[in-house]
């Protein structure tokens, strides 16, 4: 009433200084964010730097080999290549195989995916199937029947000492653990459905090896098909000078109807159409083509093969059965029509469909580990050398002659002898040899930078605030002004192992070559942290100085509006003393008259 115009104008200003006041909250709660954010990245230093101690830990330390020597047998190195290893070794004879299995001596763990309330059957086992337990010394044979045959008590066959037991296919896998681990021995060992996986493992420390010893129809067929070039006018029926390279070379396999490719442009010359540089007949280049063949088409029950002369390409079905479909291979170039100087479309090499046989460490995923074979007239060096040509194993003569068979990066390493044979009892003393004399340290290592790896992927995802995770890929947008005109945008990362540019350790850091790899990317991280711990810093000084400008904004504002319509406090008190006078003295006056009007009463 004292002044219009002020009083709106002191309302305008205190109703921004209010807008001003809900978005200080939402300033408080962005501070808070990137705070968050900032105790995350610095939690991710100290990871990061964690992985890199482990990292340069098993950079200075060495693996030690696990080793299998022959005590009692020596043989002679200056003459490997002459003698032959049926007569150094005694009882030994062609034929005669063995399986040798690098990993955990006591544990085997698969690798597919089943549940302890399947049977048998719905896992993918069939009838016939028999597979091989040897626990320790004892040896244990589970066959696998018809549906509702049910189980059989366990029985010993008096000539072999081996204990037999029979399941139907229409067993679950739960009653099937059950089983086998009461017949084995509740103290010797244990089967579970481990994270999907079955896994077995003796709780005695005895060496465990499982293995297939007859398979079963996997119920797929496959016939072996053609050779297929490429599609391209580039390389077509023939060889062409002019290429530079060669893409849509095949070999085609049909499993079950359905045309498996299987790349093999990577091995064809382009000028010639012949196989890249592999001696006179191709042989080293066409194994490599196996190995691609069987990479690829390994799980599907398909093998390849190259014959005894290296001159020709063979591929069929794990089961051995029906023709093998054979490519012939004439100074290095791959034929199969009419153009022998290059590859030619459908080349006639195929079969009839024939059954995909597979077994129950297939199944369910078991390392059956290498199989090496003593073959007729095999000497000692070559011997020797297809033990050394296995993946991650060695063998070699000591000083005193013995055959020492090791396990390169320290892994355990179980031997076995195989059905009828004796030849690891006659070499290394007994029919299960297990060597866990060595240590994997750098895999130990490797297994716990794995796991930091997945400390951080876990703390990224926590790194959140009200829903919004700046460490994990979410932006946040701060507005400093009530028309939203004025306004920060605070860019948020992708954090976890992978965004940061790790990947998982590779071959168990076995060389040093694989440790260096994860160092560099330790580097490259802790330079991404650094980088971004200082421009969320910089964010949140520019936040918090926001911050304390929109409190000493609204201050401001509710003073100019305070003096535009509250009143003089010393001049309004004036008056009110001034006004309480006058009012004492009226009733004061009121009060004389009325007595001097009294006195006049009583005279009368």
Do not use: C
């Not at 090896?209 to 398979?215: H, K, M, N, Q």
Request: glycine share 8%.
């Amino acid at each position: 009433m004292d002044n219009p115009s002020s009083y709106f104008t002191a309302q305008s200003l205190n109703s921004r200084a209010d807008d001003l006041s809900t978005l200080l909250d939402s300033i408080g709660q962005a501070i808070s964010t990137l705070e968050v954010a900032d105790e995350g990245i610095t939690t991710l230093q100290e990871f990061v730097e964690q992985a890199k101690s482990i990292a340069n830990s098993a950079r200075d330390t060495a693996n030690v080999a696990s080793k299998a020597v022959s005590e009692n047998v020596t043989f002679n190195s200056a003459t490997a290549k002459t003698d032959l290893l049926t007569d150094m070794v005694a009882n030994a004879a062609a034929g005669d195989n063995f399986t040798i299995r690098l990993g955990e001596s006591t544990t085997m763990e698969g690798t597919s995916n089943v549940s302890a309330d399947q049977t048998l059957e719905q896992i993918g086992i069939a009838e016939d199937g028999v597979v091989e337990m040897i626990v320790g010394d004892k040896t244990y044979e589970f066959t696998f029947t018809a549906a509702a045959s049910g189980i059989t008590d366990a029985t010993v066959d008096e000539t072999t000492g081996v204990t037999k037991q029979s399941f139907g296919i229409d067993t679950t896998l739960e009653d099937f653990m059950s089983e086998v681990v009461y017949t084995v021995g509740r103290k010797v060992l244990n089967a579970e459905v481990k994270e999907g996986k079955l896994t077995f493992n003796t709780l005695d420390n005895s060496s465990l090896v499982i293995r297939s010893t007859a398979d079963f129809d996997s119920g797929k067929t496959a016939t072996a098909a053609t050779i297929a070039t490429a599609t391209t006018a580039k390389f077509a029926a023939g060889p062409n000078t002019n290429n530079t390279s060669v893409t849509g070379a095949s070999i085609d396999i049909t499993v079950n109807g359905q045309v498996q490719k299987v790349d093999i442009s990577e091995f064809i010359d382009p000028t010639t159409g012949a196989l890249v540089a592999g001696g006179d007949t191709g042989a080293t280049t066409l194994k490599a083509v196996v190995e691609k063949i069987n990479s690829t088409l390994g799980s599907e029950g398909i093998v390849a093969q190259v014959n005894e002369n290296g001159t020709t390409l063979e591929i069929y079905n794990s089961n051995n059965t029906g023709t093998k479909p054979t490519v012939a291979v004439t100074n290095g170039v791959l034929s199969g029509g009419d153009d022998a100087a290059a590859i030619t479309a459908n080349a006639a090499v195929t079969e009839g469909d024939a059954k995909i046989s597979t077994n129950f460490n297939k199944v369910f995923g078991f390392d059956e580990g290498y199989t090496v074979t003593i073959t007729e007239g095999m000497t000692v060096e070559q011997f020797r050398q297809a033990v050394d040509a296995l993946e991650g194993i060695s063998a070699d003569f000591d000083s005193k002659g013995h055959m020492v068979i090791s396990g390169e990066q320290g892994d355990d390493m179980v031997l076995a002898d195989s059905g009828d044979g004796n030849f690891i009892r006659s070499l290394l003393g007994g029919n299960v040899v297990s060597a866990t004399n060595g240590s994997n340290e750098r895999a130990k290592y490797a297994e716990q930078f794995d796991g930091v790896l997945d400390q951080i992927d876990q703390l990224v995802q926590d790194t959140s605030y009200k829903g919004i995770n700046l460490l994990n890929g979410d932006d946040l947008t701060v507005v400093f002004n009530e028309s939203r005109t004025s306004t920060l945008e605070l860019k948020g990362v992708t954090f976890n192992s992978t965004g940061l540019g790790f990947t998982a350790s590779e071959a168990e850091w076995k060389d040093n070559a694989n440790i260096d790899k994860s160092l560099d990317q330790i580097t490259k991280a802790t330079s991404l942290l650094r980088a971004q711990a200082s421009e969320f810093g910089q964010n949140l000084s520019t936040v918090q100085i926001r911050e304390d400008f929109t409190e000493n904004m609204i201050n401001n504002l509710q003073t100019g509006a305070d003096k535009l319509t509250l009143a003089d406090m010393n001049e309004e008190a004036a008056n009110m003393l001034a006004l309480q006078t006058r009012q004492q003295l009226g009733v004061n006056s009121l009060s004389m008259a009325s007595q001097a009007a009294q006195s006049v009463l009583q005279l009368f």
